[in-house]
């Protein structure tokens, strides 16, 4: 496995990239769905709806970091688990090749003396 990337590559720069324009879509996207939340409430003074919007915004945010944090520890999780997996089966690879190796080796010098 290659690993993650090193620090100062441009993967590690595309991905910090990445992650900066989806967090910016996902603030315009909080802040479309708290106006859209509020339009209907016409009886809110400006400064209400503001303080509201303000608030539906922040709370989304709030849950869509948590969520990300989730993903996240799952990711490392779940890559932990299959670079375990992958060097349980190398180990097995590697025992296998070798246990056919020796019987090759063995049925030769057997073969070689008769």
């Not at 922040?58 to 849950?63: F, M, N, W, Y």
């Not at 990300?68 to 992958?86: F, N």
Request: charged fraction near 25%; hydrophobic fraction near 40%.
């Amino acid at each position: 496995m290659s690993g993650p990337p090193k620090r100062g590559t441009a993967s590690e720069l595309g991905n910090t990239v990445e992650g900066y324009l989806l967090w910016q879509a996902r603030i315009a996207e909080a802040e479309q769905r708290a106006r859209d939340f509020v339009r209907p409430m016409e009886w809110l003074t400006t400064s209400q709806r503001t303080e509201i919007e303000s608030h539906y915004v922040a709370d989304s945010l709030q849950r869509a970091r948590q969520d990300l944090e989730r993903v996240a520890a799952r990711s490392l999780s779940l890559r932990a688990e299959y670079e375990h997996r992958y060097q349980q089966l190398r180990r097995r690879c590697l025992g296998l090749t070798l246990t056919v190796c020796a019987v090759l080796t063995t049925v030769a010098i057997v073969l070689s003396t008769w």
